[in-house]
């Protein structure tokens, strides 16, 4: 290990939002939720209190779904107040944010009175989208012109990861990089410098795109047939075209548009912006999207109807006349998926190549005006609008050749540029060496990839150095990443756990023990760390009557935990996005967990009427002694009471930071706002358990359980969440079957048990419940139809 210490980048502490609209709002939440002190300033109202307009626009920001806050202490760290009483406040900030409206006069007039407020290094910053950043500050001094940049976060600014950094040719370079090393680690951004220009990157392509498939219902495509071809089959937002302009607003979308048709005059593809007409209909009528419940789509008596573009009335949706999806959308890897329709000589086809060629070749005539770069124009609409790929991603793919083929029919131009990279035998714009990724850049050739050394991906350490997995099956990997640190990869699909991948733990775990390693992260490369258990294998036991091996395959995966948790070497779990019943238990059993912001966890068996049977159940009852006051049943039972309401209503966790109030996390649990530091940091974890000289938690032999008349008060609880209309009664007799693992089976009053008892408990119940007729029926709905069945 290198010993040479890291540069340090002085971040942010106290932070000033001016303007506390959707975005100035939210903004100011995000930041909060990075753990900065923040004032949230706006205008005051003419009459009222100077307050009323922030503290209305704060308390609506609160209300949010999704939430823009983490968990509910985020509000207590933000200040409001208004620009007449408060705007001196500034001066106690090293980061000011102004977020007004898009008037350029206004901003001007605002960064006037800022110059004269603010402390000498005082980062400034806008959050326009539309307005060029230099005019901004352009009667400002070359000081407060050195310490200026636009910060355009994207909405919601929790959520999204694109921020893209426009800096000024005034702006000094050291203070885009510590906006940016800010924003990367304490905000989870991904960072993308664009030019001054018009939109920048993310929505100059992406709003192009969008326009280019609005278009295309002149083309007599349906909105339906749109979105599902600009859906999630080609890896993009399940909202697609037309949804997304309905959350988005459709005044927002005309706005945005009509704006760049104004900004950009030498364009080549410039009408493509101008509004059309159904768009420009459904505005004028007030039918704006979701917040005025009609836009391109309304719902009408539970049905989700479109609008005509010639009536303006909503009809129910025709049958696609695309050709045959269903095949198309098994192609797997996404990759061969795009290729196959792109030669698909169907509807679906003709749509996509127009749309894929046009907006190719919009993206490469648009460098170098908006960016030098290819790949940053990939990660800006990757970012910013949560697709899967980026255009010179879906150009490799599809090909060259194909490409070409598509620009002559339609006779669009493509840049000299392209022309030259052709002719020199380069075909594509991303290639993988053994010495890493290399991307394409014009005019210089290609150019290796930076690779944040604290982001590296499981990928990353199996192609480094020529390594390879130490051990493997079918659904899972070992790999030696280095520094003594092993890491256990499970792939299975959705990242379940079957028996391959709990196999593959207790092998991994011999292999740590027998070896000369420090100790094991566990972690993949997925969206979600683990959506639970391999339903699939359950049922089929279930349906042949086999319950014996059921009650094998609970036993394994029990002993499994117990195995990490008990191993003589420290096991760290990372994870991001979901993590769900037994993927919730594995890192219950390991020593620690490093977990995305975007952490989603929860122990929801009971949906699919079982217990949490992975020694879930019994970490939950020893938690909850563990967390009292001491060690008498009035102090515990409140603790079984949460876990039993939190576990009963399969409440799931909406961050790390819930998932520690919930019970979830241990309070120690190390959670990072950058999805793709949590390797580098479980690594870092597994290092120093080792090295400060690491020893193995003790048994628990002495579990205090609360007993039948702790039963008796989780039943109670049980059936007022039946009468109340909360659960079904199927739902209030599970919940009594978790209760009597929980409190300890049929003990006649308080005792204390081995952990081994209630963990034997867990799987007697576990596999009775798997004879239910009404539990197969909701593992049968998950397993046909991805969806909960509440019978």
Not at 85 to 96: A, F, G, P, Q, T
Not at 176 to 199: E, M, Q, S, Y
Not at 210 to 234: C, H, Q
Request: with cysteine; glycine share 8%; aromatic share 8%.
């Amino acid at each position: 290990m290198s010993s040479q210490k890291p540069t340090q980048i002085k971040p942010f502490r106290k932070a000033a939002v001016l303007g506390a609209g959707v975005m100035g709002s939210q903004i100011a939440a995000h930041l909060a939720n990075a753990g900065l002190e923040v004032f949230l300033l706006d205008i005051a109202p003419k009459e009222g209190s100077k307050n009323d307009i922030v503290n209305k626009a704060f308390a609506k920001m609160l209300k949010m779904k999704p939430s823009p806050v983490v968990h509910s202490r985020v509000k207590n760290r933000i200040k409001t107040g208004n620009f007449d009483e408060h705007l001196d406040w500034v001066s106690k900030c090293d980061w000011v944010i102004e977020v007004i409206i898009e008037q350029l006069d206004a901003k001007k007039s605002l960064m006037a009175k800022l110059e004269k407020l603010i402390q000498p290094g005082t980062v400034v910053s806008t959050n326009t989208s539309g307005l060029p950043v230099h005019k901004i500050i352009e009667d400002c001094s070359d000081n407060f012109k050195k310490h200026f940049l636009g910060t355009h976060f994207f909405n919601p600014p929790r959520y999204l990861k694109l921020l893209e950094l426009i800096p000024t040719e005034y702006t000094d370079p050291g203070i885009t990089n510590r906006v940016a090393h800010f924003g990367r680690v304490h905000l989870g951004k991904g960072i993308v410098t664009a030019k001054d220009t018009p939109n920048f990157i993310a929505n100059r392509i992406g709003t192009y795109s969008m326009m280019l498939s609005i278009n295309a219902l002149d083309d007599g495509y349906t909105i339906e047939e749109i979105d599902a071809l600009t859906g999630l089959l080609t890896g993009r937002p399940k909202s697609a075209t037309f949804r997304t302009a309905d959350v988005v607003g459709l005044d927002t979308l005309m706005y945005v548009s009509e704006n760049l048709h104004a900004a950009i005059p030498e364009d080549e593809e410039r009408d493509t912006f101008k509004t059309p007409k159904l768009l420009k209909n459904l505005v004028q009528s007030k039918r704006l999207g979701s917040k005025t419940r009609a836009g391109f789509y309304k719902k009408e008596g539970g049905e989700i109807k479109s609008v005509n573009a010639e009536t303006l009335e909503y009809e129910s949706a025709k049958p696609l006349d695309i050709g045959n999806l269903e095949s198309i959308s098994g192609v797997k890897p996404l990759s061969k998926r795009w290729k196959a329709l792109f030669e698909s000589n169907t509807r679906a086809g003709e749509f996509i190549r127009k749309h894929t060629a046009k907006l190719l070749a919009y993206s490469m005539n648009r460098m170098p005006e908006i960016s030098d770069y290819p790949a940053d124009v990939d990660h800006a609409i990757m970012w910013g609008f949560g697709w899967d790929m980026g255009p010179f991603h879906i150009h490799d793919w599809i090909g060259s050749e194909n490409f070409l083929k598509e620009v002559k029919a339609l006779g669009l131009n493509v840049p000299a540029w392209y022309d030259s990279m052709q002719k020199d035998g380069n075909t594509s714009f991303y290639k993988t060496e053994e010495n890493g990724e290399w991307a394409y850049v014009p005019g210089t050739g290609y150019k290796q990839i930076d690779q944040q050394p604290d982001q590296p991906s499981v990928a990353f350490y199996k192609a480094t150095d020529g390594r390879t997995e130490i051990w493997n099956n079918e659904e899972a990997g070992l790999i030696d990443s280095g520094d003594g640190v092993l890491i256990y990869e499970f792939r299975s699909k959705s990242n379940t756990l079957g028996a391959k991948v709990i196999a593959g733990l207790m092998e991994a775990t011999d292999i740590l023990e027998k070896g000369d390693y420090r100790g094991m992260v566990i972690a993949n490369d997925g969206k979600n760390f683990s959506v639970g258990a391999n339903l699939g294998e359950l049922a089929y036991s279930a349906q042949t009557g086999d319950f014996k091996t059921i009650e094998r395959a609970v036993y394994n995966f029990q002993m499994a935990i117990q195995r990490i948790r008990y191993a003589s070497k420290p096991v760290v779990c990372a994870l991001r996005g979901r993590a769900l019943g037994g993927g919730c238990e594995i890192t219950m059993g390991a020593d620690n967990v490093v977990a995305a912001t975007e952490t989603y966890i929860g122990l929801v068996e009971l949906g699919v009427g079982l217990i949490p049977a992975g020694t879930g159940t019994m970490h939950m009852a020893a938690r909850a002694m563990e967390n009292a006051a001491t060690l008498h049943v009035s102090h515990i039972q409140p603790f079984i009471q949460k876990a039993f309401e939190t576990i009963a209503m399969a409440k799931v966790a909406t961050s790390a930071h819930e998932a520690i109030e919930l019970g979830y996390f241990k309070p120690d649990a190390i959670v990072v706002m950058n999805e793709d530091r949590r390797i580098h940091a479980a690594r870092q974890e597994v290092i120093r358990l080792y090295e400060q000289g690491y020893i193995p938690p003790a048994v628990r032999t002495k579990i205090l359980v609360t007993g039948k008349p702790g039963y008796a008060a989780l039943s109670t609880a049980a059936w007022s969440f039946k009468e109340a209309g909360y659960i079904t009664e199927y739902d209030a007799y599970l919940a009594k079957r978790f209760a009597h693992v929980l409190t300890g089976g049929d003990l006649n009053s308080p005792a204390y048990v081995h952990e081994d008892y209630l963990i034997d408990l867990e799987r007697e119940v576990i596999v009775s419940l798997a004879g239910e007729k009404k539990t197969q029926e909701r593992i049968h709905s998950i397993l046909t139809t991805n969806k909960p069945l509440r019978n």
